[in-house]
């Protein structure tokens, strides 16, 4: 039982290039969002979902994509890299509706050149 | 709307000595409340929850919390600092008007054990 697995660890982009971090679980959770964390500002919410096929805005969801064709996975997509985007990206799943206890993946470190 | 303030950034104590982090909340809901901990380097690990019934919920590593209504309060202790307890907290409320499981997350506290 891995958990939430997230890909890559660390990655390094230039202005205006795409890429996709990946998330998976195993726990067959229906819930999944992904998180950006800031220093000095906390987790903040960027997309959320809670079943395939359905998606929702967080608080922060300009310039990031999401879709969810499956239970397990649940795929962040940077459209056109920013350096504001310079972030740790948290993926996170919990059951649904459940209690709201979410399980963390490791995280991936993003740096925008 | 839900939010959470977490009081002192940084908070340094010496091994041994008593650990408060505090935590107040905003909601317009009955919450739920969290505790997380985040080692260097990794993701977040759930500490303890209060959802409903005892307001004095014991998690793991011997951390504990009381929710009080009245103070809009969910304050974590321990009350022997480790120097393994060294790492960053945050504390998290339910939005539990959206429907889904979303958590609301306060700014962190960086905790330092002193030998």
């Known amino acids: 039982n891995a958990g939430v697995t997230q890909t890559p660890k660390f990655q390094v982009l230039k202005t205006g290039q795409s890429m996709t971090l990946q998330c998976a679980q195993d726990?067959?959770?229906?819930?999944m969002s992904w998180y950006r964390q800031d220093p000095g500002m906390g987790l903040r919410l960027i997309h959320y979902?809670?079943?395939?096929?359905?998606?929702d805005q967080g608080e922060v969801p300009n310039g990031y994509n999401v879709s969810r064709s499956t239970t397990e996975d649940f795929p962040l997509r940077l459209l056109s890299a920013a350096p504001s985007q310079t972030s740790v990206y948290f993926c996170?799943?919990?059951?649904?509706?459940?209690?709201?206890?979410?399980?963390f993946g490791p995280g991936t470190r993003l740096t925008v050149t | 709307a839900q939010s959470v303030t977490q009081l002192g950034s940084h908070v340094s104590v010496s091994e041994g000595a008593l650990v408060l982090l505090r935590c107040n909340y905003s909601?317009?809901?009955?919450?739920?409340l969290f505790w997380y901990v985040q080692y260097p380097n990794q993701g977040l690990q759930l500490l303890l929850k209060?959802?409903?019934?005892?307001?004095l919920v014991k998690g793991i590593n011997g951390f504990e919390a009381e929710f009080k209504k009245s103070e809009t309060s969910f304050h974590l202790t321990k009350p022997s600092a480790h120097m393994s307890d060294a790492a960053e907290y945050f504390c998290?409320?339910?939005?539990?008007?959206?429907?889904?499981?979303?958590?609301?997350f306060g700014t962190g506290t960086r905790l330092t054990v002193i030998p």
């Open positions: 996170a799943s919990s059951s649904y509706p459940g209690t709201y206890e979410q399980y």
């Open positions: 726990m067959n959770h229906e819930y």
């Open positions: 979902s809670v079943g395939a096929g359905i998606t």
């Open positions: 909601s317009s809901v009955p919450p739920y």
């Open positions: 209060y959802t409903t019934g005892a307001t």
């Open positions: 998290a409320v339910s939005d539990r008007q959206t429907g889904a499981n979303n958590l609301f």
